[in-house]
């Protein structure tokens, strides 16, 4: 019983990561876009002065904060309500690995001075790396990289279907001008 236990906290644990990496895929550029055209040079400056622990403190803030979404939105699954737990988990999701992005971005030098969190994330990154390396990662990004291109190319289309609307809506205008009924 015990052996089946721990392989079961095993696979958990693996789908916690994959699915925090894979959110994480998204979250990334997300926390780099607020970084580049958000200015909150003040608040930037003001995170980034706190000492270590400080420091540690304000990080785990959104963990803390945005962690209960996640059983929030099970009981909204569980409850029929399947649509509106799914988008409060993205959503939770998402802002949570923002925050958590960002903030990280501006106190890494501090937090990696507190052995026990450098020791935390050696072991996390360890594991995001093992994660990365197997076969059922890389099928999940090629997925990704599918529905993304998919999407993109989907876009185009219907972007250029409504420029060719819009044109012969304009034809169709300027030729009413031209002779009125």
Partial sequence: MKRILKILTYIAAGLYLLVDAIFMTIAKPIADWIARHVALRRLRDWIKSLPPYPSLALFSVPV????????????????????????????????????????????????????????????????????????????????????RDYFRETGARVAHSIKLFRQKRMRQINRRREFPD
Avoid: C
Wanted: glycine letters at 4%; a positive charge; hydrophobic letters at 55%.
């Fill in 64 to 147: 803390i904060v945005l962690e209960p979404i996640k059983p929030l939105a099970a009981y909204l699954a569980a409850t029929g309500q399947f649509l509106s737990g799914a988008v409060t988990f993205i959503f939770g999701e998402l802002l949570k690995l923002v925050l958590v992005e960002r903030l990280f971005s501006l106190t890494r030098e501090k937090l990696m001075r507190i052995p026990a969190f450098a020791r935390l994330y050696e072991s996390y990154s360890k594991a995001i790396a093992w994660l990365k390396g197997t076969e059922a990662w890389r099928a999940v990004q090629s997925l990704i990289r599918s529905a």
